[in-house]
DNA sequence: CCAAAAGTGTTTATGATACACCCATGT
DNA sequence: ACATGGGTGTATCATAAACACTTTTGG
């Protein structure tokens, strides 16, 4: 999700959300605040990424950015630029513009980041609809793993691991058989980490 | 290692080693640049913690700390203070002193890290002499890991990595067979992760 | 009745675990 | 000679991988 920067430096330039930090507030209140103020979206996962510092990556000066990511679920949302920024879209990650500053860089990070993350951390779940169908969540893990997985092998695997819940519902509509909703059990998830548990895809 | 405060705020009080970045320095830069000149500390594997901004972390103001961690190999380095520190000291993890700022908590957060981190990436070894036994091996990712592991089991998993390199000496002055010394090849690592390779203890 | 995806078990291979003795060295 | 850790192999168990057909639904 990119905003295109309304003011200097890089004016019209597609660029991360983000801004400055007030001086009584904390960093991630801060980076939920400019990620709402400049595309509308509430109520992420949100996590500390990395600090970056270089002398010479902002025009204006001496400027430090504490970078976060957010992931957002399918359901759907819509974003509406505003603040400093006069647009906010989504992009494919393989057909980005060029970006503001060295974000290019920072988002070069956080696509590792998730990439390594996503096998040990239920992250994946973050990126779905609250109720998901079993292909839908392989085919996430399909395309951040970037290779194919056995439709049962998969199913198996994630199905004893006991942290989906059958939501009774199926997803209707389709011109084929419906499949079972799913939810993600974020409080078994947390038991079982708690005992030692340790997430693997 | 712990250094005492020699300044206002806390002074006198138990601290991480650390200060401002220059204006025109790099983060990781000033990083090593303070620890060189608190501890006498070099030439280590740095890397970035994490960064707390809590409004009312530092007395004097808005401060903003981006952590780094460091690994010392058991060389045997020692560590002379200077600079704004009156003592340079190693201290236990199970016996630490009342720590200045929020210190306490940034330590959680490394030793968190690296208890996680050690499993899926080669940090054990930055923890060791530059050549070292496999027993000493094993013990460290004893003490980490928190739990006994299988002398014949450890060997085969270590030694069918192809991590290690015989050195072809062994220790001596020890009052039993003398073990052979081995060292990590980082260049066979880079490669192996290049091609999917993942580490794990 | 056709297309399209949902759903389901078994066999094989691979890696993890459990386990006990002889060897080399210094005192 | 003895005490101390160094060094080695095999059998069993658990988990991962390979693999194909029937079922349900909408058009």
């Not at 998969?154 to 499949?179: C, E, S, W, Y």
Request: aromatic fraction near 10%; include cysteine.
């Amino acid at each position: 999700m990119l905003v295109r920067r309304g003011r200097e430096p890089f004016a019209g330039c597609w660029a991360l959300p983000g801004g400055f930090v007030g001086l009584d507030e904390a960093l991630e209140d801060a980076a939920r605040r400019e990620l709402a103020e400049e595309t509308g979206l509430t109520d992420l996962f949100l996590e500390q990424l990395f600090t970056f510092g270089a002398p010479e990556r902002d025009p204006r000066g001496r400027v430090v950015s504490v970078a976060y990511y957010a992931l957002v679920d399918a359901d759907g949302r819509s974003v509406n630029a505003s603040s400093d920024a006069i647009e906010a879209k989504w992009f494919p990650v393989d057909g980005l513009p060029e970006l503001a500053f060295d974000h290019d860089a920072i988002l070069a990070v956080a696509l590792e980041r998730l990439r390594g993350k996503v096998r040990y951390a239920p992250l994946g779940f973050e990126l779905l609809s609250r109720a998901f169908t079993l292909t839908e969540l392989q085919r996430l893990y399909e395309v951040i793993l970037g290779r194919d997985l056995d439709k049962r092998n998969f199913r198996r695997k994630i199905q004893t691991m006991g942290l989906l819940v059958d939501t009774g519902k199926t997803r209707q509509g389709l011109a084929h058989r419906a499949p079972r909703l799913y939810r993600f059990d974020r409080r078994r998830y947390a038991e079982l980490e708690r005992s030692g548990f340790t997430f693997w895809v």
